[in-house]
């Protein structure tokens, strides 16, 4: 941004408003939970805020924004490390990667995931609700079903590939 101008600022708040939920939905595909990615966009838009000088005019705003929220990603991750919850640094870069191609709407993101979570087996819904919603362990859920957490963990992975083969094949019918 230049020297402060009242309408440079006010462009600057109107892209910085628009990207919100490219932001959050960017977050959340890296982090995996809610609560710690609403932590996360938090900070990202204070970070934002305080480097608004040194955004160019006329730049693309949401790919300067997404480099700011990645490393306020990182960040947190460095930050909580020793969480079992969050992931190491290894599958958290990959997760970035894939989040930042995958930068589409998070509405039209969310509307495929509800028609793709329909279509899963029954079984399937329940384990995800089981480590999401009531917010389980691997470890709880494996003892809970008498399985090995290994196996545990490997459902969840074709889980969440048949997912994201459904959400990706949703969005390309849907023309997004």
């Given at each position: 941004?230049?020297?402060?101008?009242?309408?440079?600022?006010?462009?600057?708040?109107?892209?910085?408003?628009?990207?919100?939920?490219?932001?959050?939905?960017?977050?959340?595909?890296?982090?995996?939970?809610?609560?710690?990615?609403?932590?996360?966009?938090?900070?990202?838009?204070?970070?934002?805020?305080?480097?608004?000088?040194?955004?160019?005019?006329?730049?693309?705003?949401?790919?300067w924004a997404l480099t700011i929220t990645r490393y306020e990603i990182l960040a947190y991750l460095r930050d909580h490390q020793r969480d079992r919850h969050v992931f190491s640094d290894d599958v958290a870069k990959l997760m970035l990667d894939a989040a930042t191609n995958e930068v589409s709407d998070p509405a039209d993101r969310q509307v495929a995931l509800r028609k793709c979570l329909e279509k899963l087996p029954h079984r399937s819904r329940d384990l995800l609700w089981q480590r999401y919603d009531d917010e389980k362990s691997i470890r709880q859920i494996a003892t809970e079903t008498k399985r090995s957490a290994d196996s545990v963990k490997c459902l969840f992975l074709r889980i969440r590939k048949t997912l994201e083969r459904c959400i990706e094949a949703t969005l390309r019918l849907d023309g997004t």
């Amino acid at each position: 941004m230049g020297d402060g101008g009242t309408e440079e600022l006010d462009v600057y708040v109107q892209q910085l408003t628009a990207c919100q939920s490219r932001l959050r939905g960017y977050i959340l595909a890296s982090l995996g939970n809610y609560a710690n990615a609403a932590d996360v966009l938090q900070r990202a838009n204070l970070t934002l805020w305080k480097k608004a000088r040194e955004f160019r005019p006329g730049a693309e705003f949401l790919p300067w924004a997404l480099t700011i929220t990645r490393y306020e990603i990182l960040a947190y991750l460095r930050d909580h490390q020793r969480d079992r919850h969050v992931f190491s640094d290894d599958v958290a870069k990959l997760m970035l990667d894939a989040a930042t191609n995958e930068v589409s709407d998070p509405a039209d993101r969310q509307v495929a995931l509800r028609k793709c979570l329909e279509k899963l087996p029954h079984r399937s819904r329940d384990l995800l609700w089981q480590r999401y919603d009531d917010e389980k362990s691997i470890r709880q859920i494996a003892t809970e079903t008498k399985r090995s957490a290994d196996s545990v963990k490997c459902l969840f992975l074709r889980i969440r590939k048949t997912l994201e083969r459904c959400i990706e094949a949703t969005l390309r019918l849907d023309g997004t």
